[in-house]
């Protein structure tokens, strides 16, 4: 299944989306942000605005990779930070929760098989002050994966990407 | 607040071990590949002089020099088994039916006398007593194609799919047949309803091209293997084969008609070959 328009399409919109993005972030403070998800990888990225803004943005660039460098992936993500709905919010004993709602794109190469893929992401995350202008993020939830193009490398195995598959990520703002 | 940060990054740095590979690769299977049956498309060979195709004649000739027969089917308003290739049925004089699933077999019958000894309509069953009776080792794979409804009462496609599964199945046990007897289908729903009532008949998903998500979705689903359709959109070697039987699955190339593709196509051992090229094997 070679790279096809579906995928260049995703790549079109993602751009959009980013230069949207910093367009209407430049004159709001931004927080660089360093972590690692499971379909992420170790990432970098901002976000935008502040803490106390009831919408936030993130955007980060990530990559990963096994010990021997067998399996590598690269990914490029955009979520959303939201305050639950305030029927929720006599439920939620701290002011620490948050939905989260994001995409990623992650590119695969391994033994096997190169994938382009996009996992929609929709978690619940705690965010944790650590001071003024630091703090810290857990997001958990499903990922649902699409896969957008796949080249076969080897005819050893037979593989696909999880349909639905656990996502965890953490946050670290600075 | 120290103790949380830590247990939040334990979590993370176990998660980690979870997160190097998010794809699912399937476990292998061991099968045996017991040489490549060929298989008399639509009988005696799609628009052969000597027999009109998908008729209970081109069935027994396909089977008498052949390791078998794939036929179309269709199913009759009254629920009976009928070969034929396309849903629709042809205009004669003053006897218009719409299409198999819209007429009864009496209106079939009728329709049959009235077109002449030239064209004829054969049911499956008479077929799957010749293979029990008469062609003790032979198989027959069964094409079930979803149709267009050509009429409110036959509007539930998959529900009639369904009932062409069951009667399929009814019939395989009557004849004592099952493990001979295969269905290949584009639809993945009627080839699980068929799969999930029986274990001996053969559930094949069919391929216009794509050897990759074939094989993905018949992994996923548990299905026998894949009818595949030869050099028309993707070319397949030795290699795939034996990466597909190695994960227990099996494959049916159609329709092998050209000499040197028969050629070919035999050097790469699929385990069935749907050919029109019958005299190439006589």
Redesign the interface.
Known sequence: ?PLNKTFKLFTVLFCVVCRSLLSTAQETPKNITVG?G??D?FFLGFESPGINKPILHRLNLGA?S?FKFE?FTLSAAYSVSLAPPKRFKPFLKKDIWLINLGASY?F?N?K??R?HNVAFTPSVEAR?Q?SQTKH?S?LLGPAF?VVLA?T?KT????????HV??N?K?HFSI | ?TS??LY??I??LG??L?????????PGVATNFAGTKVLGHRGYGAFNPDFQENTFLAANEGMRLLDGVEVDIQISKDGSIWLAHNAELPDCRDIKLKCFSESTDDQIVALDSCLGPEFVFSQLEPIFELLATKYPEDYISLDVKAWAPCGVGSSDILGMMNLVGETVITLARKYGIENRVMVESETATFLQFVQKRSDDIGVYLVSFG?F??A??LS??SGFTGIAFQYKEKEEISH??I???RR?GLKIQLWTVNDTNQIIEALSIEPDFIQTDKVSYFK
């Open positions: 299944m690692y499971i379909y990888g990963q096994n399996l992650w695969q391994d096997y098989y994938w944790f650590i810290l857990v994966n796949n076969r005819t050893e195995e037979v593989g696909w990407p999880y598959f656990p965890l953490l | 607040m949380r940060l939040v990054v979590l993370a998660s980690m979870l997160s190097c590979n998010k794809v699912n690769y399937y794509d990759e998500r094989m993905q992994l996923e290699k795939e034996k990466l597909l994960k």
